[in-house]
Each structure stands twice: as structure tokens, then as C-alpha cells.
């Protein structure tokens, strides 16, 4: 009986036409990254279950992949058996959790402020749909042991560099800060605790409205006075500037910092890209102390890339507290929309096939294949097929961009070569 | 509380300065096997369990990271529960389970003979030693749908050729033929079921010794007979040679496939490495079905890589057999051998650091450190110390190769770079 050869559910394959694609889209990020002064670090995609837990990764908390217990460790005699009695380890969820872990780790080999490219794979046991994979490519860039406005300015106009260099065009850098919202909140009349809940229904905004926010608040069985300031604060038009936030209760020192903020990089941005104010941005992960921000593209109704200021993360680990901003772009919904405009990258090296004969010796062959790699083409030997013009257009379906053939001079570039 | 701070047990962090030579490796790696005409995929990390443990993988089988099931399907009420009753699916131990299942699903997709690169992490539950992380990369190629010789030519020349390309001298290639060891211990009177557990201990004749070998034997109770006949034969000096092999069991044909093998591989080292039978390599995985091959660096006691035919996986899940072999370098070990080397390989752009104060305009100095992007640096923005001198050390220290002040022309370039 033949095995099931489907990925395991919410995964996928991916075929060389779409790795060409997607290769070239991480070294035009990664270049970007690079080139703007940012080093590239490598931790495990395994983490310990307990840190992932205490991670405060908002939703992710409830979709992370467990690894079971080896050996002695895993005790199935047990009575009344829990998930942590079978697992200690999990898959990683974002890139935030392990860099906080690896500063920490590493502190006395690294030096601040730390500018840091991530690109690596996590995971999420989330209900599969369009563009949510279960296993997934981040590319993070972070900046920490930098309490200064710099650091978001630097971070949002590196990403936006990379996009831009990938080709993206109309794409809009929302920005917000955790704690004007929260003081808003707060100062309608909400407790101190209930901060992250009554967060967590606005961020719904934007697919329930006003009212539907009101009436998830209402469910929740917050204090119908406070429900009700709030609603009034929202409905007013002037909420929707940073300068009148503080009206509303935002710190001035707060609204100030991000309004530089937003004023510097609208300047860096010259036209090329839009930077707004969102009031209602909040950003799902529990970890984010201060400024938020996203990227939206007419091309994607969620956003593409994503991010924050997480000042408390690696005091966690370190015993001290140490400043900390990162940006996120997700890069299979980057991916997905590249590839679905068909988007191609140039490569460096010509792809062709060396077409040979049984007959011929095959060590011959491949002294002519390096010949031709050295002319700087990328060979891939082929025996020649009984229809070789057949043979030709597979080839050329196949994104091959000529062929060559043993015992003859010089290479055949195909017609259709785009 | 401070959370701990270390990796996953077996796992570990790379630091930017390891990260630039792990890169430019890979880079070299992937440069190479693009040009010799392979193509890049990508498989998900993780793999349904079943799958894993039918792949006749040998020991990894017993490393396999299993992943917890979620949600319903996990039911912990029930009696005398098993690790298959936990777990649903599990990390991948290699890249040639993953690539058979591929190549199964996305089979109308593919064209053959089918030319593949994979570079990615793989998983492993074993007891950490040096060397032997528990999460670690390969970098494979394969061919499959190609059952001549000419398969296992190219993919031994194409790995020996990145080998040499990252700086390694001096390796030996070491090649045998399942086969040929399987009729010889056949011929010399085990039974054909046992071959796998002759291979096993046969295996560590490079350790044990002869003596070792014959006493694992006996430990194991094959038939005494069976066991002195095959010391005789492995006594003799004669059989260190494939065509005196045949004398002892081994089909002509087979002997006579691996030696045109040996004769034009070491015809294509050109004496740049070593090419050897080996009679008693057996590579531990259960699925080779022809030539095996390993390449040993008299820098490392271990094979640096490891490969062979595996002609029966694809048909586990196509129905239909398609032959198939691969050669898979084992990253963690070339790249601490490299790294132990203090080997540098150059960068495209020369990293600098361009100072600035608190007083600048960070918009300015973003700007300029573009224009001095544009002139071909990598540069990163870094607020200038009280005591620059001391800073600059420190720069290059972290690898920096010079320096910029804001507001000042030109670049310094540090006097010991290297």
C-alpha cells in the first residue's frame, strides 16, 4: 500500500519555479538588512514550553506546537495526565520570544544598541485559510538597547526599503502607541487590569464598527459608564490626531515622541509610501509596551508586516530591563502577492541544459559543462531525448533559458526568453 | 523571577560573527549546486509521523521529536495511552524522507531526470556531544529518476567541488556498494534477513577492529560457521579490492557499475582529492539500496558527508519505484571545522560604522549613511561615546571595518583590517 504523500495539514511544498521567487525575494531583504547595518543571528526553532508559555504572545499562546517528552521523562503511568506532563518543548511562534532569550543568553558578546536580521521559520496551529500557513517564513529586524524615538524611525524606513526594493508600491506604515490608547481607556473609566481586554475588542474595529465594539465591551460586562465615555470619545471626529488624544487623557510626553516619530519618517518616506496616525491600531501580541506599528498594501487585506516596542521582554530573562523594537515582515503573504502578479527577479547565472548522448563520454560532458560554467552559465546535463525539439520547449516550461548541445559550439538561447 | 536564559538542551545561538561565516558558506554551497544545474526546493519541517516511522531511517527512528496532537484529538482520559496515541506528526531526522513524499506529491509538476538542492534543518534526539546538535542543517542534492552511473558522478564530483570551493583539501571519498558487502555475506552463510544486522556491526570495524567485529557477531548468535567464514574472508588482503570481490559473492555486474564509478570519479578529482573503496562502509540508514558513499577530512574523525542510492523510497508513496540518489554535507560539522580555522570569507560590502550625536538631525544622518550605501558600504547608524577611541576598538572588535564621522567627508578605514 503506497503512503499518503500530502504535507502534513496547514503545510506546504514548494516547487522551483516558486523557490527561484521566493530565494530572490530573501536576498533583496536580506541585502536590504545588510546594507543597513543590521547582523544576522540564528536561534533554535525549538524553545523551552515553559518560556513560550510565560510569553505573553497574546492568541499564539494557544496555538503552539508541543514536542512530547523523551525517554524517562515522558511517565504515561500517570494519574489525570496534563500537556505539560507529556511536553517540554515547543516550536516557536514568533522571533521576538528566542531573540529576547538569545540577548540574555549572549549579553557579554554583543554590544549596544543591537541591530539584528532574523529570517527563520515559526509555527502556529492555527485553522488553515488563505495565507495562513501553519509553518511559516518571518523576516525580523530589531533593535535592542535603544530607548530613543531613532530606533522606530530607523527600523520603519529599513522595512519600508526592503518592500519598496522588492517592488511594492502604495503600501501604508500605520503607527500607534500602546499606552495613549491605554490612557484613553483608563480615563473613560475602565480598571487598570481590564486594559488588554477592552484592547483586544477594539482591535476589532475596523470588521465590527462602533457598534459592534460597544456590544462586545457590553458582553464582557465592563461598567456600562465607562462603555459609554468611551464610545463618546471614539465617536469624536478630533480623536483622530495624536495632538488631541491627550485631550482625552494620552500623556503629552507620550503623544509627543510618537508624533516625532511619524513626522520623521513621512520625511524619509518622500512620497514613496503613506505614514498615518491609526488610532485603533493595537497589534495582538501582550508583549508590546509602547509604539506599534504595521504595514498594509492594497494588494492584502491583513497586514504584511508587523511590529513594536517590547521594553520588558528581555528583563524577564536578564533580571534588568533593556529597551527593544522589532519589525516583522510575514513573508509568505509578500510572497503570495508577488508570486500572484507573476513577479520575476533576475538571477545572476543563465539556467541551460547540456543535451548528451549515451554514447558520448561522460566525463567529457561534464569537462564541457565547466567550461560553460566558467562563461558564468548555470549547466544542468541533460541526456538528449529521441524528439529533441520536444525536449526543448519542456525545457524552456521549465524555466530553462537555452541549451546547449555536446560536440557542438556555443549556446542555442531560446526565442521566448523573458 | 528571571526565566532561564539557555537554548533548548542540544541546541544552540549563533553569533553575528559566526553567522557571517555560516552564510558565506551556505552562499558557496548553494552558488556551486545552482551552477551545476540543480534546482532549490523547499518541505515543511514537520512530517507526518507515520511517514517518519516507516522510513526505514535505522537508529533515527528512535530521535524522532514528536509533536503533540491538539485540541480534540488529543484525548488523555483514555486507558494505557501510547506515544502514538499522543503525538500525530514530528520533526524531520533528514531531507530524504521529506524529498520522496515531494516528489510523490508534485510528481506531474516535475521533470526528469529531477535535480534537486535542499538546504534546511533537520532534527535529532541525540545525546548532545560535540559535534551533534539535536537541531542542525544538511545541504543535500539529488537526483532522482536517473538509475546510471552518471547520477552518482555528478553528485559526488558536484559535492567535492562545493567542498573545495569552501577551502577543504586533502578529503577522500569513500565508495561502496550495498550490494556487494549483502552477496558476501550471503555467500559466506548468514541468512538474507540478517544482512541488515551484519551491516550494523560490520559498521564498526573502523573502531573495533576485526576482533570486535567477530565478537558482536557471536554476541548476536548467528550461526558459528557463517561467522568464521566471513572472518576469513575479511582477513584476506585480496578483498580490498572490488574486483576481488566478485571471488567472494558480489555480482560482476554490480562490481563492474561501482568501478567505472571509482575510475571516472578519481578522473575528475584530478588529484584535487581521494577517491577509495571502501569494503566496509555501510552508512547506517535503511534505505540505501546500491552505492553508498561518505567523504572523511582528516580534520574531523567523522564523515563530513554522507549519500547513496535509494532506489525503493519514492515508490513507497508513488506506487511505482523511481531511482533516486542523494549526497547530503553535513553543515554543523564543515562549518565548525571552518569556524575552528578562524576561516574568513570575504563579504561584497565592507562594513562601517557612521557616527553621530544626540545634537544631529537623525534625518540628515540617515541620509548621508545612504549616499555612503550607495557608494557600496554597509553602514549602521551608532550614536557616538563619550570616548571615541574607545568605541572605535570596540567597533572593530565586533567586525566593523571602518568608520564614518556625520558631518565629515570620507571613510576611516581601521589600520588592521582584515
Redesign the interface.
Known sequence: M???????RG??????NE??V??AMQSIILKTY???????????????L??LD?SDGGENLNLI????K?GQK?D?TKA????ND??D?G?RFDLTLPLS??F???RN???L?F??IQIG?V?R?ERPQKGRL??FYQCDIDIIG?ETP?AE??LI?TTAKALLALGFKDFTVRINDRRILSAVIEKAGFAAADIPSVCITFDKLDKVGLEGVEKELKEKEFPAEAIARFMEILSKEDFSTIAQAVEYGADPEVADRLAKIME?CK??AGGQYNVEYDKSLVRGMGYYTGTIFEIVSPDFSGSIAGGGRYDKMV?????EDVPAVGFSIGFERISEILLGKGAEFASS?L?I??LYSAEDS??EV?RR?EEL?KEG???????KAKKVGKQLG??ER?GFKGAAFFGEEGVKIFENNN
Open positions: 503506497t503512503m499518503n504523500a500530502n504535507p502534513v503545510t506546504r511544498d514548494f516547487l522551483p523557490m527561484r521566493r530565494d545588510l546594507e543597513s547595518g543590521f547582523s544576522k543571528i540564528h536561534t533554535p526553532i525549538m524553545e523551552d515553559e518560556r510565560k506546537f508541543k514536542i512530547l523523551r515522558l504515561l489525570e495526565l496534563t500537556e507529556l511536553a518543548s516550536l532569550r538569545y540574555a543568553n549572549n558578546e554583543l554590544r544598541p541591530k539584528v521559520e509555527f496551529a501553519r509553518e535603544d531613532q524611525i530607523e524606513h520623521l520625511e524619509l528583563g524577564r530573562f536578564l533580571g547565472a539556467r541544459a547540456l561522460f566525463g561534464i559543462a560554467r552559465y548555470s549547466v544542468s546535463t541533460v541526456l519542456a525545457l521549465d
